[in-house]
T-cell receptor, first 117, second 113 residues
């Protein structure tokens, strides 16, 4: 159980393109999902907390107009990187936490490798 | 503010040997502690977690970790390492089961034959 699916796994696109990444909880409902960014050989940096039915909470320094988050249902959150540039190239990972019971850990997707040319 | 330190950037262990990965945390109250493993190009898989109770927690794949409040540590151990354990390991701390997580920088485990 507790499977999180992230799609696509890899994207290569031209500078100026907008890219949408999907994060789905397959076998549980998740009011809260998280989006992370990971640079090579680095740890995960939390970008934002996605809340179903309300606005996402962004971490300091993350441009909300650049990284649009939509959490339209209890099983789906999307991250759209708008007008992507080479510096946005990175590994993006989502996680989701089950609504069932207290103290549920975060379960992670397999990540999306974004390469902007 | 909470923080996590993983002192070892990488560790090499012979297959069949025992393993201990270090994790020290900084947090004002009782922390929620996690160990995750990441294979190259993949997401993170939860190995084990500590919320309360018994300070020695068992996880998947034969891993265990011990919470030591006096040392602010949550070290990960495995008695006999397999080649398939080669991966990057992240320790994380949260204020509660619902809070955001703060991750350490990770320890890359290499397994030699």
């Amino acid at each position: 159980g507790a499977v999180v699916s992230q799609h696509p796994s890899r994207v290569i696109c031209k500078s100026g393109t907008s890219v949408k990444i999907e994060c789905r909880s397959l076998d549980f409902q998740a009011t809260t999902m998280f989006w992370y960014r990971q640079f090579p050989k680095q740890s995960l940096m939390l970008m934002a907390t996605s809340n179903e039915g309300s606005k996402a909470t962004y971490e300091q320094g993350v441009e909300k107009d650049k990284f649009l988050i939509n959490h339209a249902s209890l099983t789906l959150s999307t991250l759209t990187v708008t007008s992507a540039h080479p510096e946005d190239s990175s590994f993006y990972i989502c996680s989701a936490r089950s609504d069932q019971g207290q103290d549920q850990p975060q379960h992670f997707g397999d990540g999306t490798r974004l390469s902007i040319l | 503010a909470q923080s996590v330190t993983q002192p070892d950037i990488h560790i090499t262990v012979s297959e069949g040997a025992s393993l201990e990965l270090r994790c020290n945390y900084s947090y004002g109250a009782t922390p929620y502690l996690f160990w995750y493993v990441q294979s190259p190009g993949q997401g993170l898989q939860l190995l084990l977690k500590y919320f309360s109770g018994d300070t020695l927690v068992q996880g998947i794949k034969g891993f265990e970790a011990e919470f030591k409040r006096s040392q602010s540590s949550f070290n990960l151990r495995k008695p006999s390492v397999h080649w398939s354990d080669a991966a990057e390991y992240f320790c994380a701390v949260g204020a509660s089961g619902y809070s955001t997580l703060t991750f350490g920088k990770g320890t890359m485990l290499l397994v030699s034959p």
